[in-house]
């Protein structure tokens, strides 16, 4: 049974000594004990007592980060490849082949998988979901996961970008780095691919409309000179549907999950994660079905979509005047326009941050706001955003 605030490490090593560091120096040393075999004869389990080294376990996820590395005391030391030390927020750490983990963890681990779903068939039509597993999935059939759900799930992973379009997030590469070096919790991460031409009604609330281009064949007319010239059939505005994608991603799809990957069930061990129109529908959840979700990030949302005739943003009037949610949101946006791309909703998230604290959100508990300096409405910008969100989303305990 692991102690709390303990360091174990599985490896070699001549009486190993654990270093405690502060910018990358030396701060303290505490003796590691030899508490029994290893994996092989050449290894041995051992114990670092951290009790009173170590930042508050209630202390926030940012404050509760703390740096080592290992001396084993042959002339060589255990840490990270692209770092000096760990850091990580973990309160009691097993390490094993240069890895952090909460729990022991089998002998070997096999590494994180992007499975693709081909074709999910539901209510809404039918289309590929991409399901990331972490580190050990197959070894810890014991082991349940929280998962958080993206939108627009054909651009989220780099092991299928060759599905996307305009690129990808990179969200498996930024969850295997964070959960690996315990700055994340181990967690499932869904990318639930958008309706194709319907994708900008699956993301409107249902209190917004928006006019589609006209996808049906063209009709001639049918009198006059113009005869052989095709007239498009005129498309009324259309509410947004995004109360039944909810419903679809809270009653078909967390259950599949919960069957097939064991995901945990409960609204704190889900979360959302989308940009652009996929932001609007994080915050849409958030606030119109907190039962499915407590953790949401919505990253440069659409909020101009949701404007009236008299000029407010209804999205954003609702967060000010709506009833307050037991929710944690994260908020962004960049600073630059893309080309063909528009802005990217700086001011309007402004707004939203603004109408959060009217409502008596508190800032850095019910929710987090950042303006990235030099951020556009691309991949690129939110796949380097990401590795912040994820820890704000389920961070390492």
């Not at 376990?57 to 005391?73: K, V």
């Not at 404007?307 to 949610?325: A, F, S, V």
Request: charged share 25%.
């Amino acid at each position: 049974m692991l102690l709390p605030q303990h360091l174990y490490y599985l490896g070699a090593g001549d009486e190993p000594w654990l270093d405690l560091m502060d910018n990358d120096e030396v701060a303290d040393r505490v003796v590691m004990l030899n508490i029994g075999p290893g994996r092989t004869a050449d290894e041995n389990l051992w114990r670092a007592d951290l009790r009173g080294s170590l930042p508050a376990a209630d202390s926030d996820p940012g404050e509760r980060e703390w740096q080592f590395r290992i001396d084993r005391g042959d002339g060589h030391l255990v840490h990270p490849l692209v770092a000096e030390c760990f850091t990580t927020a973990l309160q009691t750490v097993w390490v094993q082949d240069d890895e952090l983990f909460a729990y022991r963890p089998a002998p070997e681990v096999s590494p994180p998988r992007v499975v693709k779903i081909d074709e999910f068939v539901g209510s809404l039509p039918t289309r590929p979901l991409y399901v990331n597993l972490p580190r050990g999935f197959d070894e810890h059939p014991e082991r349940r996961y929280p998962v958080i759900y993206m939108q627009d799930g054909q651009n989220c992973f780099e092991a299928f970008v060759a599905d996307s379009y305009v690129g990808a997030w990179q969200a498996d590469l930024a969850a295997e780095f964070l959960i690996g070096q315990g700055l994340m919790q181990e967690c499932i991460v869904v990318g639930v691919s958008h309706g194709q031409e319907d994708r900008m009604l699956e993301y409107l609330p249902p209190y917004a409309a928006f006019t589609p281009p006209s996808r049906r064949p063209f009709v001639k007319a049918l009198t006059g000179e113009n005869n052989d010239k095709p007239l498009a059939r005129p498309i009324q505005p259309q509410a947004g549907r995004a109360d039944k994608t909810v419903r679809y991603y809270q009653d078909e799809i967390a259950p599949y999950l919960e069957q097939h990957y064991r995901a945990l069930q409960g609204r704190e061990n889900r979360a959302t994660c989308g940009s652009s129109m996929g932001g609007l529908f994080a915050v849409y959840t958030a606030l119109e079905h907190p039962e499915f979700a407590r953790n949401h990030a919505a990253l440069s949302s659409s909020f101009w979509i949701t404007r009236t005739r008299d000029g407010k943003l209804e999205m954003i009037e609702r967060m000010r005047t709506g009833p307050r949610q037991d929710i944690r949101l994260w908020l962004d946006s960049g600073t630059r326009s893309a080309p063909n791309r528009g802005d990217d909703g700086m001011r309007e998230t402004l707004k939203a941050r603004d109408a959060l604290l009217e409502a008596g959100y508190v800032p850095g508990v019910d929710f987090q706001y950042f303006l990235d300096e030099g951020g556009i409405h691309n991949e690129a910008s939110w796949a380097a955003r990401l590795p912040m969100i994820f820890q704000f989303l389920f961070p390492a305990t």
